[in-house]
């Protein structure tokens, strides 16, 4: 057996102090080819996928075989899209019936991928009504249903005996009611029409000079 060279550290050399190191194989994560195959680590190492958005998925595309985990990468590899923190496995996704770009709060599903006509947002105020969102148009008829940007252009759309309806928020306009016709306002709806509870403000003047003005909840500062 003189003549045999052994494997030690990651080399042959003809040490045999130490007869195991014939059997040497790659069993840690050391950065040295224990085995002498010339491949350092093969077998032995983690393989760890890119984090590039930080939400602990990583990107199963991009990947790199070590001993530790390397920066900004992950153990996981179910990202479904790596550059968008809100988008992964633990995603909860909202119908939006109405396709107004505002989900139901109702009903939500929850996977990485994207599903048509469903949202990340979950503020919609009614899902069955397309002019119904936070934020959206504040003050309506209620029949035939339309709506408008403020209450001035809402009494000029209306007909004898309109109902006019408008949210708890305060609107900055002058109101000139000057129309020969009979409206009724009244103010302090909820974000979704459904709900009375509230007041609505006018900051500036209102002028009634012609028709009939019925107004509820509703307040000039």
């Known amino acids: 057996t003189g003549s045999e060279q052994i494997c030690t550290a990651g080399a042959w050399t003809d040490d045999y102090s130490s007869v195991s190191s014939f059997e040497a194989s790659e069993v840690t994560c050391d950065s040295l080819d224990n085995d002498c195959d010339t491949q350092t680590d093969e077998g032995v190492t983690i393989t760890y996928y890119e984090d590039f958005d930080s939400d602990t ?47 139901n709060p109702a009903i939500s599903l929850q996977q990485c991928s994207e599903l048509t006509d469903f949202v990340l947002d979950n503020t919609d105020c009614d899902d069955n009504d397309y002019d119904i969102y936070p934020g959206g148009p504040s003050v309506r008829i209620e029949s035939p249903l339309s709506y408008f940007p403020t209450i001035q252009d809402a009494y000029d759309a209306a007909a004898e005996g309109s109902f006019i309806q408008s949210k708890d928020i305060i609107i900055m306009e002058t109101l000139a009611f000057n129309l020969n016709k009979s409206v009724v306002i009244e103010g302090g ?26 107004i509820d909840n509703f307040s000039i500062q």
Request: charged residues 15%.
């Open 57 to 103: 998925y990583g990107n199963a595309a991009v990947n790199q075989e070590a001993c530790s985990q390397p920066t900004g990468y992950v153990g996981d590899n179910t990202d479904c899209n790596d550059s968008d923190p809100f988008i992964n496995p633990d995603t909860y996704w909202y119908p939006d019936f109405d396709g107004d770009g505002y989900g």
């Open 189 to 214: 709806y909820d974000c979704s029409f459904a709900a009375n509870a509230g007041n609505i403000s006018i900051s500036g003047t209102m002028t009634i000079t012609e028709g009939a003005v019925t």
